[in-house]
């Protein structure tokens, strides 16, 4: 019981704070209204039944309790509007009925007239106030026609009394509006910051789920992404790494953070690396930069780096590509294969078709020498088997050559002087080229530079080029020789004054099998392999060779070798 109690005397609590603090003054008021007039209603039944006021309390205790329940069901604003105009009626209706202007009761307008302001509004206070000085004028009159009883003292003047009580109700109806504006106003304003300050709240929240969210998200994709996500400084050491780093590279995260970017490049990439982490570390992002990476179980994968700095930070993004890697290496030894067939197709169908002449001319004179017992044609037709001979061996020596170069790679470098073979090579051929009259001069430049080649390689490079002076050079020529340093390189020159190489035609003398029809008219014996393999050879020594001709006057071959080999070998 006393719990219930307490829970009638408490306050209701609405959803509406404006609600709820006009509960807070309703109330304890509505409570002691109830309880004052209760009280009266059960004194009045002990008195005269003539009492007149007796219904009138009792109807206002019906009205009290009725504004109560109201009260506690959300009828806030009735329950004032009740409230309010039973006190208002009650006042107006004691004064009349007890003393008129003169009752005691009156000046308890003011008690209404703020409370109407307090819950009410302003305005509605202004208008009770005329309303109350109306009612003070209806019982002045009604005083001095008799309607209501005199005032015993005749010093009471009703219109004095009035006046006075008017003023009093102006002022306080007058300082109530202000009060009330003021503290309106204040409320507006109040209750204008809490709501933005409630909006304000809101957005922030509204903003940190958001970030959350977009964090969780970030974080999400950071550990689920197939791509390896790296966060690092600008010292290379890693801060954070996702899980395909360690799945990849085969190192726990734990390790990961200890180590630095570049320990997990392959020694061959390791220089590269350097400088690309020199870039991003001025600030300089790097984009699809393709490099080995060493595993922790020794195996080595291909990652495609993309990087931005960011501050402080690096942050990295690298993709596996190593099955993409081993794809390409097949499709390039696939295509290799396939162009080696193709070559070799090509080759064995010139070569066999270039044999067949000098084994011809081999059988036909072996026959004249069967059945010829005339030394001079005896000794004609050996010639002829001879020099048929050592286009054979030549065709061999094509062969083989280029069998070694597209097949085995590889040379035996070694350090030496290019004088030296170009007098070999010129010693060798000297007779070849006195037979048609051919002088031959050297320009060998003193102080020439080492190089690293494979001797035997080289000296192909230098008789070929050689054999084709001689070849293509009409009796009574001229070749010359000449070498000479230059910055990095040393550089050989082999000039002759034959037939030229028509200009149509240079642009083809390095390809394979390929013979200008002015070439072929003269019937040397090629077999259109010579050039290609020269440059060949000297391409695989990171050199170059090029080639002048001016057509009826002479070719220049000029071939340039690096001398940095040199000095990386005697280092």
């Known amino acids: 019981m006393l719990q219930r109690l307490r829970r009638l005397a408490a306050a209701p609590v609405f959803d509406n704070e404006d609600d709820t603090r006009a509960a807070r003054i309703l109330n304890p ?104 000085i109306i009612a003070g004028a209806l019982m002045v009159y009604a005083q001095r026609h008799d309607l209501l009883p005199p005032t015993e003292d005749p010093r009471r003047v009703p219109e004095f009394i009035l006046t006075i009580q008017a003023a009093i109700l102006l002022v306080v109806g007058t300082l109530i509006y202000g009060t009330a504006r003021y503290v309106r106003a204040a409320f507006e304003r109040a209750r204008t910051s809490e709501q933005q300050l409630i909006e304000r709240n809101r957005q922030l929240e509204h903003q940190i789920d958001e970030r959350q969210r977009i964090e969780s998200e970030r974080d999400r994709i950071f550990d689920m992404s197939l791509d390896i996500i790296v966060v690092s400084g600008v010292d290379g050491y890693i801060k954070r790494v996702n899980p395909a780093m360690a799945r990849i590279t085969g190192y726990s995260a734990e390790e990961l953070l200890t180590m630095r970017f570049t320990a997990f490049a392959d020694p061959v990439d390791l220089e590269r690396a350097m400088q690309e982490m020199g870039k991003l570390a001025q600030g300089i992002p790097v984009t699809n930069v393709e490099m080995r990476t060493l595993c922790k179980d020794g195996q080595i994968k291909w990652l495609a780096w993309n990087a931005v700095p960011v501050g402080d930070l690096i942050f990295s993004v690298g993709r596996d590509i190593t099955a993409k890697k081993q794809q390409e290496q097949q499709q390039l030894e696939l295509t290799l294969a396939r162009e080696k067939t193709v070559f070799l197709s090509e080759f064995l169908g010139t070569i066999s078709h270039d044999l067949k002449t000098p084994l011809s001319v081999i059988n036909t004179h072996l026959f004249l020498l069967e059945r010829n017992t005339d030394p001079n044609k005896q000794k004609h037709s050996l010639q002829q088997i001879q020099g048929q001979t050592k286009q054979l061996e030549r065709f061999i020596q094509d062969i083989l050559m280029v069998s070694r170069l597209e097949y085995v790679p590889e040379f035996e470098h070694m350090a030496l002087n290019v004088n030296t073979i170009l007098s070999d090579v010129t010693q060798q051929l000297r007779s070849k080229a006195e037979q048609k009259h051919i002088q031959t001069h050297l320009e060998l430049a003193d102080n020439i530079p080492l190089i690293v080649a494979d001797p035997q390689a080289l000296q192909r490079v230098f008789t070929n080029l050689m054999e084709n002076a001689i070849n293509y050079t009409p009796d009574t020529g001229t070749i010359d020789v000449r070498t000479r340093a230059a910055p990095n390189k040393v550089v050989v020159e082999i000039s002759d004054t034959g037939i030229g190489i028509r200009e149509e035609d240079l642009p083809h003398i390095f390809d394979r099998f390929y013979r200008s029809p002015q070439a072929r008219s003269l019937d040397r014996g090629g077999t259109g392999l010579g050039l290609p393999i020269a440059k060949k050879i000297i391409d695989m020594h990171q050199g170059e060779i090029i080639v002048t001709s001016v057509h009826g006057r002479g070719t220049t071959f000029r071939v340039q070798i690096p001398v940095t080999l040199a000095d990386s070998q005697s280092e």
């Open 29 to 132: 008021l509505v409570l002691t209204l109830i309880g004052g007039t209760g009280l009266v209603a059960i004194l009045s039944l002990f008195t005269p039944s003539a009492d007149p006021t007796r219904p009138i309390n009792a109807a206002g205790l019906l009205t009290y309790l009725v504004a109560f329940y109201l009260l506690r069901h959300g009828r806030v604003r009735a329950t004032i509007w009740i409230v309010t105009i039973h006190l208002w009626l009650s006042l107006t209706l004691s004064d009349f009925m007890f003393g008129g202007i003169h009752s005691a009761s009156f000046s308890a307008y003011i008690i209404v007239i703020v409370l109407v302001a307090i819950l009410l509004s302003e305005r509605i206070a202004v208008a009770l106030t005329v309303m109350s």
